[in-house]
């Protein structure tokens, strides 16, 4: 008998949850709905148990999805941005039950960047370092989920002060701190860009995002191969570069 097509569930409906929705189709999911902060109430009443539940919503859906997914034991793609240091440890709490993901950013791009910053943070110790995204005009957080991440890559003992902008008499820079700079417009769906200076010499690693598919197909990618996995919280290199 041929294998029964996986179900999914998907969490926030805005411009991401649809193409998530979509995407999902495409490879063979059946979607079995889709909420938003205003349904998520909803789910309380769900009788279809999906095998995957994927979630680029709102920090508000947090109690929901999480009791949800302990109820019905179906691997979560998280993609929200904005969880605090308890939420994301509640998620690898959950890791011991079912098989879980959180990423900031499902780009393959992005994660190479990731490498590729930490060998430039070796390589280049001493110099001063900034981080610059730019998103459109409807992101609610700040710094993005990704500037996050590549922080993290940056200085992974979180041992270096990090200053959010800088106005008036600020002094001067001082040797260890990283800058952390958002630009918000417009319909960018998001750039990043890392800038070492030395003397008299700089290196600027950049990534570019044109649409959010390529973070859709990312996630998609992600809920394919948790079905496969056993309990546990999983990165997205691990997934990806298994």
Known sequence: M????????????????????????????????AYDQTSINALKSVANTPDVVVDFSNVSAFDAVV????????ALVSGTTGFSPEQIEELHEL?????????????????VLKRAV???????????T?????HHNQKVDA??????????????????????????F?????????GMFSLRGGTVAGTHEVHFFGQDEEVCLTHRATSRQIFVNGAVACAERLLKKKPGF????????E
């Open 2 to 33: 041929p294998n029964a097509m996986p179900k999914a569930m998907v969490i926030g409906t805005g411009k991401m949850g649809k193409l998530v929705e979509q995407t999902l189709t495409e490879h063979g999911f059946e979607v079995l709905g």
């Open 67 to 74: 009791s949800f997914i302990r109820l019905h034991k179906c």
């Open 95 to 111: 890791g011991r039950v079912v098989p879980v993901i959180h990423a900031a950013n499902y780009s393959v791009g992005v994660a």
């Open 118 to 128: 930490a060998m430039a943070a070796d390589a280049l110790q001493g110099w001063d």
């Open 130 to 134: 900034e981080i610059v995204e730019t």
């Open 143 to 168: 710094p993005s989920g990704t500037a996050k991440l590549l922080l993290e890559a940056l200085d992974p003992e979180g041992a270096r002060p990090v200053v959010c902008g800088r106005e008036g």
């Open 170 to 178: 600020c002094g001067a820079r001082t040797k260890d701190e990283i």
């Open 234 to 241: 999983y990165t997205f290199e691990e997934l990806i570069f």
